[in-house]
């Protein structure tokens, strides 16, 4: 039984998701772009991989970057498997704790992202702005302790949407219109006034993701002031290049997550929404191991020494 009666309602106790309105053979091309998404996340494994074994990766912009890969890594595991599940067996049944649970891994995960973010970013700032004190700024107790608040602070945060969902009834219809456990989705189906989760939504993401792009655009103004000082024409185009795909990056990252969360939903239809959030579970983290790491020399050097093809120096 999937329902259960709550005074004079019927609570719903299991939920369907609905996925993509699309025909079969769009079904199957998005199961082998699932599928080859799920395959390029091996590309976060040989990073993490790399900065595990080689001693010339220890050092903090590194030690940041191990823990984006493991969040790349356990973001796709939270998400790619219910999506293909979804897309091969449309309709398929889910109850509330999985359901709870999916999300709240989705969101927890997702917001240690925007924090790691920004230090990754103050990093940076550190390292070019003020390269002879970047030793003393940024020591490994300074990263252990940025790190962990991160993904502490995150996943209490999210842990207070949890405890207002868990205070909905749901006595409506059952299918979730989406192709993954997704809050706003779930807001749809209670039988409550959701004013007040939705604005605890905004507030949080005002605090999770326009501050921290905020932090971030702020050292990378600073970083391209400094780049601008450069004297080498050559060092100058590439310190630009680097900056750029960075910012790229965190755009689209940033920029998905707030048009979903914090824009009026009238002015985006469901299935837009659906694409796009589509597009930022998918893309970002595929793009993150490309981007951050394995266009850097050092990375590369790393790869190449763990193949035999360069001895240690």
């Known amino acids: 039984c999937h329902r259960r009666m ?5 609570l719903i106790t299991e939920f369907i998701i609905v996925g993509f309105h699309v025909s079969s053979e769009i079904q199957i ?23 595990c074994l080689d001693s010339h990766l220890h050092i903090p912009m590194y030690f940041f970057l191990s823990h984006l890969a493991i969040l790349d890594m356990s973001y796709a595991s939270n998400n790619v498997p ?95 219109n989406y192709f993954f456990c997704e809050i706003l989705s779930l807001f749809k189906l209670a039988c409550a006034d959701t004013r007040f989760n939705q604005l605890v939504i905004f507030i949080m993401g005002v605090f999770v993701l326009v501050g921290p792009l905020s932090l971030i655009l702020i050292s990378y103004m600073r970083i391209l002031y ?7 024409k050559e060092g100058k185009k590439k310190a630009f290049s680097t900056c750029f795909s960075h910012l790229c990056v965190v755009g689209l990252f940033y920029g998905s997550a707030i048009i979903l969360y914090m824009t009026p939903k009238t002015s985006h239809p469901e299935e837009q929404q659906k694409i796009l959030s589509l597009f930022y579970s998918l893309f970002n983290p595929m793009l993150n191991p490309l981007i951050y790491s394995l266009r850097n020399a050092e990375v590369k050097g790393a790869l190449k020494r763990l193949l035999g ?4 120096s």
């Open 309 to 312: 093809k360069e001895s240690p």
């Open 6 to 10: 709550w005074k004079n309602q019927t």
């Open 82 to 176: 219910k999506l293909l599940v979804n897309l091969l067996n449309r309709g398929g049944a889910i109850s509330f704790a999985p359901y709870i649970l999916q999300m709240y891994l989705y969101m927890a995960l997702a917001t240690v992202e925007c924090f790691i973010l920004v230090v990754m970013s103050y990093d940076r700032y550190v390292a070019i702005c003020y390269p002879l004190r970047y030793a003393v700024i940024i020591s490994w107790r300074v990263c252990i302790t940025l790190t962990t608040i991160s993904w502490a602070f995150s996943f209490l945060l999210t842990l207070v949407h949890m405890i207002l969902i868990l205070k909905l009834p749901f006595c409506g219809p059952r299918e979730v």
């Open 29 to 51: 091309f998005l199961f082998v772009l699932f599928l080859f998404y799920a395959i390029t996340l091996v590309g976060n494994g040989i990073i993490l991989g790399l900065i």
């Open 226 to 232: 400094a780049i601008l000082r450069i004297q080498s």
